[in-house]
């Protein structure tokens, strides 16, 4: 089929290659020149594994473009709308002015009967208007969130727990009362339900389960997972400080949490909490949704996950205090870790380097490094002090921070570390350290909920 993706970030550059994969003539569309230069010459703006890989293949297929120019979607049958809805400034609400520069973009080149499918990250009450305009082109809109991660991007688009269709018609068994069911186009949902499931044909056929619902149930999906991963972490750092205070030890307590099955494994990991593109911006903006339709009780569930996420920072500097026995300024604290997770370069609202301004806020002489976030880093937050290696960061330091779970640094031997400083105190911020092999080279391992 012939696709288009309108918005080249994380999330579109990704669903363009992945389209041109399956089978489909992609092109994707950006109005960063830049970002369209390097896609166009195979390159993802970002690191990301196997995306390099995918776009490669698209072009030399010639399956897949990349443009600036907004006209090239006129003979596609199907949009993809994958711009970035960012916190607004001074707000905890979502910006949508990229979503409606897209569509007002969009609408003058979209063939009659065309699909238009929103992908971005929308509060709930987003797509209905939305609709309503497209409507009145002719074209229908079906909204169908998406729920990839960052460093695994390319499998969850390609292999999705699940596919959710937002449509515009209630599907049975949803509270959406029915409200101007006919007003969208008078196609309902279903037809366009079909030319999406020819798109995703082998997804679907791989055995993805696709669930049809509201609108408004979609955009719900999309906010309430995303805030209930970020109420699990914020649960177990909840957990963590009690132990904390209680001398127990955290990380016992989640491996015993993890094993019951109505609990789960996943997002139980203790330490530096959340952060990234998505969690907080989406927390955000759920709470500001709670506000805006009146759920007190929703707000301050989800007030409290964030406020718990921001005292972590908090923590894991008192910790690097504590290692310091002595006043932050002054000191040097090697900081390993800037990517908000591990095998991504991506540093925004990154926990670790949050912690490394607050250090640096603090007067501590800081030396940051990172196996892939060190570009990212140093154009985002130009005043930070970076560091090439390891041994170039832990070099003359009095603390060892371990802030991104990098394997490579897990990974690290004591006592080569031990061999470039003097210090023997490492805060371990997220708990990953091999303790006994530290603590046998002689180095004092400090770490959130676990008794030093
Ligand atoms: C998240 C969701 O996991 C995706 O499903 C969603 O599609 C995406 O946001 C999005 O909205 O686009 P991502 O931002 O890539 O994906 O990051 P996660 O893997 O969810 O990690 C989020 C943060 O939580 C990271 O900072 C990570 O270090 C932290 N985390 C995760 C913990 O602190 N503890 C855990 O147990 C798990």
New binding site residues.
């Given amino acids: 089929m012939r696709i288009s993706v309108i918005g080249c970030g ?2 579109g550059s990704v669903h363009a290659a992945a389209m041109a994969w399956l089978g489909h003539e992609v092109v994707g569309v950006d109005i960063d020149p830049a970002k369209v230069e390097l896609l166009a010459a195979g390159r993802a703006p970002f690191y990301e594994p196997g995306l390099d890989d995918l776009l490669g293949r698209g072009l030399a297929d010639g399956r897949l473009s990349f443009t600036t120019e907004i006209g090239r979607v006129h003979d596609a049958a199907v949009h993809f709308v994958c711009v970035g809805t960012p916190q607004a400034p001074g707000s905890l609400a979502a910006d949508l002015s990229a979503l409606d520069l897209a569509a007002q973009a969009l609408i003058p080149h979209l063939r009659p009967g065309a699909l238009v499918v929103g992908k971005s ?1 929308v509060p709930v009450g987003t797509a209905r208007p939305l609709a309503a305009g497209l409507a009145d082109v002719g074209a229908h809109l079906i909204w169908n ?9 390319v499998h ?1 688009t390609l292999a999705p727990d699940r596919i959710v269709y937002g449509l515009g018609r209630p599907w049975p068994g949803s509270l959406y009362d029915g409200t101007d069911v006919d007003g969208i186009g008078g196609w309902g949902g279903e037809a366009a339900a079909d030319v999406l499931d020819q798109v995703y044909a082998d997804l679907l056929a791989a055995g993805s389960p696709r669930l049809k619902m509201s609108y408004e149930s979609a955009e719900l999906v ?1 906010a309430s ?2 805030s209930y ?2 109420l ?2 914020s649960f ?2 909840a957990i963590s400080d009690l132990a904390d205070a209680a001398g127990a030890d955290v990380f016992d307590v989640a491996a015993a949490l993890r094993l019951d099955q109505r609990i789960g494994r ?14 907080p911006k ?1 927390l955000h903006s759920l709470i500001a949704q709670a506000e805006q339709l009146d759920a007190p009780l929703t707000k301050s569930l989800l007030s409290a996950a964030d406020q718990i996420n921001v005292a972590r920072r908090a923590r894991v500097v008192e910790l690097t205090q504590r290692a310091l026995d002595g006043p932050v300024a002054g000191s040097r604290v090697a900081v390993l870790g800037l990517a ?3 095998h ?1 370069s ?1 540093v925004r ?3 670790s380097i949050l912690v490394a301004e607050a250090l640096a806020a603090a007067g501590a002489e800081v030396a940051a490094t990172d196996p892939a976030a060190l570009p990212s880093a140093r154009a985002a937050h130009p005043a930070l002090n970076y560091a090439e290696t390891v041994a170039d960061a832990v070099r003359g330091a009095d603390v060892v921070l371990v802030a ?2 990098w394997p490579e640094y897990r990974e690290l031997d004591p006592a080569q570390v031990a061999s470039w400083t003097d210090a023997r105190q490492v805060v371990d911020a ?1 708990g990953v350290l091999d303790r006994a092999a530290w603590t046998a080279a002689g180095w004092t391992v400090l770490t959130p909920g676990r008794p030093a």
Wanted: contains cysteine; proline residues 6%.
């Fill in positions: 994380y999330l990250t969130p998406e729920f990839l991660r960052e460093g695994h991007s969850d999309k997972a995303n991963l970020a699990r972490v177990i750092n996943l997002f139980l990991e203790p330490g530096l909490g959340f952060g990234g593109g998505c969690l989406d908000f997770k591990p991504s991506d609202n990154s926990q991104t779970e997220r």
